[in-house]
């Protein structure tokens, strides 16, 4: 005996009739707009972005915003940052979101960086030495036991680590603790570790460009898979101000010289530069 039982707010008994006859209803519910709206939001189809249950915090560049859920980097849980060489890249990478950040009173934790934060350089990104706190930590038991008790704790506005040796089952365990800590929190991995399963809802590859940005390419989110690149616009540091226009292009630069390399131009005898024609030596001859 079978009983099914009324939902609220369907009057007509559409939908107690397609949860009791499903085969019947199953071409009505594989299109959206077909349930009432209440149950069509709590839906999530696999081809759609998803939505961030918690609160994100805007990466800076509009680009990669519109390809992460909640158009931002994630709190309350995990971020892979995935590298082929550590400590390069990364503060261009998070340094706009960690400006947020600071701006709003949180501080930064940095545990185990391969070099010395560069303080200047990060004055110059947006977050001073007050906000930044450095837990110098060299084996992997002691960066994984710092990392997890700042999780725990939810002691810091942004939680930044770096576990090249990081086991799945580890990296699982701060997925769940991370749950309970309001910031973002990132750990940078080799570029080896795609390959290796992670807990992680967010992993993205980073590496550079030729024209000074940033290719990341998402490779595990909630929602479709996505296809490409996502090129960002970053210029370290300060030296928008002092690169010249070639230099802000060196991809036009190098096309050039290979161009130039290939088929280099005829230059005339008698131009600049050029090569003089070679004169045989005249002979002299005596007479007696």
């Known amino acids: ?61 509009a680009a990669l915003d519109a390809e992460l859920p909640g158009h931002g980097w994630p709190c309350q849980s995990l971020t892979e940052v995935l590298s082929p060489q550590p400590s390069v890249l990364e503060w261009r ?42 837990v110098q930590a060299d084996a992997p038991a002691e960066r994984l036991w710092c990392t997890e008790q700042l999780v725990k704790g939810n002691a810091c506005g ?24 309001e910031g973002p929190v990132f ?22 460009g030729v024209d000074w ?9 909630r929602g479709p898979m996505h296809d490409g690149m996502v090129r960002l616009e970053s210029i370290p540091g300060g030296l928008s101000a002092v690169l010249t226009p070639r230099l802000l292009q060196p991809s036009l630069l190098i096309a050039s010289r290979e161009s130039f390399r290939v088929n280099p ?11 003089a024609p070679t004169q045989r030596p005249r002979r002299h001859t005596t007479i007696r």
Request: proline share 9%; glycine share 10%.
């Open 1 to 61: 005996m079978s009983a099914v039982l009324l939902w609220a707010g369907d009057e007509d008994g559409s939908l107690t009739q397609a949860l009791a006859h499903p085969s019947k209803s199953r071409s009505r519910r594989s299109q959206p707009g077909a349930l009432p709206p209440e149950i069509e939001q709590a839906i999530w189809r696999g081809c759609d972005l998803g939505k961030q249950l918690g609160s994100v915090v805007s990466t800076g560049f």
């Open 93 to 134: 990478l998070i340094g706009p979101a960690l400006r947020s950040v600071v701006a709003g009173g949180g501080s930064v934790v940095v545990v185990g960086p391969p070099k010395h934060p560069h303080l200047p350089g990060l004055r110059h990104a947006g977050i001073d030495e007050k906000h930044l706190v450095w």
């Open 158 to 181: 942004a939680l930044i680590a770096w576990l090249p040796q990081a086991r799945p089952e580890q990296i699982r365990r701060l997925q769940v603790c991370a749950q309970a800590c």
């Open 187 to 208: 750990l940078f991995r080799p570029a080896a570790a795609q390959h290796e399963s992670s807990a992680a809802p967010l992993r993205v590859t980073a590496a550079f």
């Open 213 to 221: 940005e940033l290719q990341v390419h998402v490779f595990k989110r």
């Open 265 to 275: 131009p005829e230059v005339a005898p008698h131009a600049l530069g050029g090569t």
